[in-house]
């Protein structure tokens, strides 16, 4: 019996991406705005902590079940709440952006936090696990 080794991974904010144009932005760009943050994903939480420690002020949020489907009245809902707080823009996830961006109206401001890995402990069987996948 192999000795079972941890895979110990962070997920950490490199970027921000316009759901509509593809445009790459640096972090550093959300500090200070204010924004209508939305997702439809497992822990809702993390994302919104991400957020904050990134300076984004959250003027209103709204949660979603993971992997839901939006439909227009979604969108209508995120742009009422928008209007009343006064947002000048969206923050969803990746995934969550790939499914808006055909309900997106031109002119509107939708951002995804991209998120890359670190790997905190178990790299070496990380890389025995790939190469091991590779070779299949």
């Known amino acids: 019996e192999k000795d079972f080794q941890p895979i110990l991974l962070r997920f950490i904010p490199e970027a921000y991406v316009d759901a509509l144009s593809g445009a790459v932005l640096q972090l550093e760009q959300g500090v200070g705005r204010t924004a209508v943050i939305f997702s439809g994903v497992g822990n809702p939480a993390s994302f919104r902590t991400i957020l904050i420690r990134h300076g984004i002020n959250i003027a209103d949020e709204v949660v979603f079940a993971d992997h839901h489907t939006y439909t227009e009245a979604d969108i ?8 009343r707080a006064h947002a000048d823009l969206f923050i969803t996830t990746e995934k969550d952006a790939v499914k808006i961006k055909p309900l997106v109206r031109t002119g509107e401001t ?17 890389e025995q696990l790939i190469a091991m996948n590779a070779e299949r």
């Open 76 to 83: 209508e809902r995120l742009r009422e709440r928008a209007g």
């Open 110 to 126: 939708v951002w995804a936090v991209r998120l890359g890995t670190e790997v905190m402990e178990g790299r070496e069987r990380l």
